[in-house]
Every structure is written in C-alpha cells, then in structure tokens.
C-alpha cells in the first residue's frame, strides 16, 4: 500500500508516494514501485544512507550507491528515494523551478542539518525556500519513542515542547515529527505537510517495534520516492 500527500498530489509535473514495508519492493521490484507511482517504471536513486548531513545533487543515474542522506535535482524521469524505519523521510518540491528534494532525518540527521542542507542544496538548482511544499511521510510518533537521560541535553529546544516523562525513571518520549516540522518553519517553509503514519504500528517497517518484539534483525524498509514527471 502506498500513501500519498494530497498538497503534493495536486502537481501535475510530480509523482510521489510512501509505501509500507515491503522487502520484494526493494530487493527486486523496485520496477514495480515506480509504476505504482507514475505510471511507469521509472529509475530510482537512492543512497547508503548514514545519519549525516551530506546531500548528493542528481544530474544523472549512478552504478554505485554513494554516502548521504539528502538526495536533490530538477532533471525530469528520475526518481529520489529514502528508506526508511522509524526516522522521518522528508520530500520536498519548489512547482515554479521544478526543483524536488528528499532526505532522511532521523534525531541525529535533523539535529546536524540535514534538513537545512537539503533546502541549501535545492537553492544552488534554482529552487527558494518561501516556494518549497515539505511533506513529512511515515515517522515514529512520540508514544512510541522513548530515549534515554542524556537525550534533551542534545536538543536545544524547552523541554515541554518535544518531550514528556516516561515512566521510567530517567527517560523521556520524544517527538520526533513535530521537531523536524518545527525546524522546517524555522527555515521559511510555508507549506509543511505531516501525513502522520507511524512506523511503529501498521504496515511499516519499525526498528522499535521490531526490537519491542525481540526481532533483531531488519527484513524491510520504507520506501518514500519523489519525481517529476
């Protein structure tokens, strides 16, 4: 099953989706993905992604699977794609320079600037903040992200506005969607989309719930993809 954002699927020049967890999809049937989306098989992009703030521009299609976590370009017939298992994939398009973007933000990604450095790379392409549509796909909700002590020091906004107490002693629940949209207006975006599916329940595919479930091992992502068409 794939999930749409209905304030990106007005663009007629723009395919886009969120798919739930499906281990054929990436392995073998990516193919069948990207006609699920546009129509046609169109080639994918994507990454080895390492919770960093590298953003790759997309000129044309790549034999190997380069480092990063941002994936921008504004050439027609190419598909950006970020997997995902809890962290929040980001997909980004400006319709006036039909420029697109999609990066993956986890806390440690969306904490170091990943977000930032996909509107920067978006820029360098002719794209403008004020005219970027973001759309936030399948994320971990806060009732089901609880992390350690150490984790408000690491974030620098007032504790009440992303955190509660657990009720284990020490920890807390983070909000993970509403800190990488609340970055993403701090940066002049005035169309922010949060699709609000939680990777932890449902279809998806979730670290948290896996571990949760004593599964150590992941058989899947998320697959969110973006092109223009």
Not at 121 to 126: C, H, K, S, V, Y
Request: net charge negative; charged share 20%.
């Amino acid at each position: 099953m794939k999930y749409e954002c209905p304030h990106l699927s007005k663009f007629t020049s723009l395919k886009h989706a969120f798919f739930e967890a499906d281990p054929e999809i990436l392995l073998s049937k990516r193919d069948h993905a990207m006609q699920t989306m546009a129509d046609r098989p169109l080639p994918l992009v994507t990454l080895k992604q390492i919770h960093s703030n590298k953003v790759l521009r997309v000129f044309e299609l790549w034999d190997d699977k380069p480092e990063g976590d941002g994936l921008v370009t504004n050439i027609k017939g190419i598909a950006l794609g970020i997997l995902t298992a809890d962290c929040g994939p980001v997909l980004f398009y400006d319709p006036v320079a039909n420029v697109i973007g999609a990066c993956h933000a986890g806390w440690r990604g969306a904490v170091g600037g990943i977000l930032q450095a996909t509107l920067d790379a978006m820029e360098e392409i002719g794209a403008q903040r004020s005219r970027i549509y973001a759309t936030l796909g399948p994320t971990i909700q806060q009732e089901n992200y609880e992390v350690g002590p150490e984790f408000p020091a690491l974030i620098t906004e007032p504790y009440d506005t992303l955190f509660y107490p657990s009720d284990n002693k020490g920890h807390h629940y983070f909000n993970l969607p509403q800190y990488i949209c609340l970055q993403l207006r701090r940066e002049g975006l005035a169309q922010i989309y949060d699709i609000k599916q939680n990777t932890f329940s449902g279809n998806f595919s979730s670290r948290r719930r896996y571990l949760s479930e004593g599964i150590k091992g992941m058989s899947s992502d998320n697959l969110s993809a973006i092109a223009i068409v």
